[in-house]
């Protein structure tokens, strides 16, 4: 007798000569006809047969196997990744209701509507596939995942302003609660296992994570934005105003009293982590906002700038006496833990009070040198728009252009525009186009300052306007293509 009589390698022969014309036909031509679960039961059939055939050490699984496996997985991903969209569609669409957790936290039902999806995706993948095809159906539902995040991303940088801020906590604890459910779908994989299908899903999974804490994050940002802009407008664009220094009206006690009330809601329906970054957002923005109506002024004097000066001091006090009496845990819990680092942001306002009470600028030039540095690139021109408002005369308006220009070359190394704790888009914009004119005609720098003013001539028009009314035009254009089936375009109340 023969050593042996290779009835495997026979047999394997006359099985695939029938079967692989079966299995062509089925993934060639008719494959759009086959339901979901025969799909699935195909390939793992496939798969299978081919891990029997490279144990038995018959020869190498057949190619044409190994494509029919490669293009039914192709149309099982595409359609059950159709499928999950649709599902998400219907949730992103519905009007969800925000209700409160036992804590106070606000929430929706979104991410366990959403999670129920994907988990019935995966548990049939898990039923019906092996574990390197099974990863990468667990893979796509993660892209799902990630592609409805980023469109909820869209969705609320788009409708932030006309969205009630209740809806806006729950998109913070929503992603924030995906963020640690969505680690589930990775119980059953082998961390530890180097196998690169698993490195894919571990990286795709770690990206997802940190796109929900980031969208929390961010929600949290807009959640404090939408408030500052109830107060904005009507409370804190009216400081500098005749009103503001006659004292008629106490413009920063009537903020920091608003805000006391969103806090107090605030407070239950956020996280603490969140509710202090929160906290933070409101005292940069209440501060910028601050500057940016005192900048925005047109240079119209004072009636009594001694008067208008005492009315910045108190408005310090105010935003000091609230912050730091009620929240200083929350402003040191968002990262301000150095001793006086509120006082040091608040500092800005106590240079603004003695640069429109100075009799000379030689008496405050250490409040110069400190706006200078504070404002960096824009330093210049905002001291001097802060004197204009005394109504200096032509003389003594080259006396500050003077002085400032000597502290410019004492500090001008370390003036630097991200040195600002103020987000000023278009002051950055101005001040990068003039930078970049002035490098393309001469090469040379001017100490971090543009050697003409960007924003217009000290006296009559108002520097910061135009730009400003731009940028509003810019939202208000975006306004107009917001969405009405918009899940976020519930108008506030």
Partial sequence: FPPTFKVLKIYREQFEEYMLPQVAALYSQNISNLELGDLLRMVSWLHNYNLQISSLDVGDPPDDFEEAIDNLMEEYLERAGKQTRDWFANIEKRDSEVLPESDGCLVTRDPEDMLNIVNMQVSVAKEQLPNKLRYKAIKSCIDELSAAQKRL???VELVWKSTQVENICAVVNDSYRMQDKVENLLDDVD?????EEIQELLEAMDSLCTSYVVMAVDATKFAAMSVMEDLKEPILHQVFTPAWEEGTEQFAQITTRTLRDWFSDLSVWLPDYFFSKLVRECFDQTLSAYVETCLGKKVKPFQNSARASQQVINDRFAFAEFFLTDFSAQLAASGMRK???VDQS???MTHMSKLIMAPAPTDVEPDIK???LHFGSVGEKAILHIVGLRGLT???????KFVVSQDISEVGGECNFEQTKYDLPWWKAQTTAVKEKEAD??????????????????GGTNPFGEVAAANMEKWKAAAKGISITSKFSTPKK
């Fill in 153 to 155: 991303r869209e969705d």
């Fill in 191 to 195: 961390r530890d296992e180097g196998r």
């Fill in 339 to 341: 001793p006086g680092e």
């Fill in 346 to 348: 608040l500092d800005v």
């Fill in 370 to 372: 400190a706006m200078l």
């Fill in 394 to 400: 032509k003389a003594e308006l080259d006396d500050w």
């Fill in 441 to 458: 005609a001469d090469g040379e720098g001017t100490g971090g300052f543009a050697s003409s003013n960007p924003f217009g001539s000290v």
